[in-house]
């Protein structure tokens, strides 16, 4: 997102009710929980020692429900906050981090806008409409992990389409560099959750096409299907989870 559409979101006071023109739908939806968080009285701690790129538990007074959250900068997806509507909303921000960093723009708004810099190594998950692991070298990586890096890291230091399932081969190797690696929870978990997706497509298209898959559709159910059906069942079991439209009837 840029400078001016940041800006422009910071400063326009919008409806809750209707979009405004000149917005898209994902401004409105920052714009709204920026707005709304500027003016809550949550009650924010600083559970590190850095006073801005830290980690920090701010509890809404109203509800007495406390949530973390970690800042790296402004840029969208870059924090954290445990709250359900950070993990699902696609936005890259929420109402909690838009709170705190509003809290720590009154006394750190130029090292803020520069972003965190650790000095030791991160892969750290960003957040947006498209989940993305990434790898941050830090101010202090050598340059043996920087190459390690390429092998597994885009240039932009996202990671490749293959990363997930070579993902423990990274670890180790950087392991044994023996310089620290800092692999956050969510990003774990996210890799754990596509591995674990990739290797539920690959039984099941082994199972249930080509050589054998007959004898397994039929012992899959006491119905046989119809060639569309199974198309649909296997479409939904690989991918996990499914939005099914359908015409009632068929």
Known sequence: MSRAVTDSI???????????????LREWQIALRRQFAEDQPFELRNLGKDPIFSEFSLTNPATQRTYRVAIRGEGPGVNFCSCPD???NTLGTCK????????????HAAKLRQGFRPPCAEVYLRYGAQRTIVFSPGTNCPSALEHLAKKYFRLDGSLGPEGA???HEFVQAATASGHPLRIYDDALAFIAEQRDAAARAQQLQRRYT?????AAWKSLLKVPLYPYQREGALFAAQAGRVLLADDMGL
């Open 86 to 88: 950070y993990a699902v």
């Open 165 to 167: 399932r070579r993902f």
């Open 10 to 24: 910071k400063s326009v006071k919008v409806s809750r009710l209707h979009k405004p023109p000149k917005m898209e």
């Open 210 to 214: 080509g050589r054998g898959a007959e």
């Open 96 to 107: 909690h981090i838009e709170h705190t960093l509003h809290k720590l723009r009154r006394r």
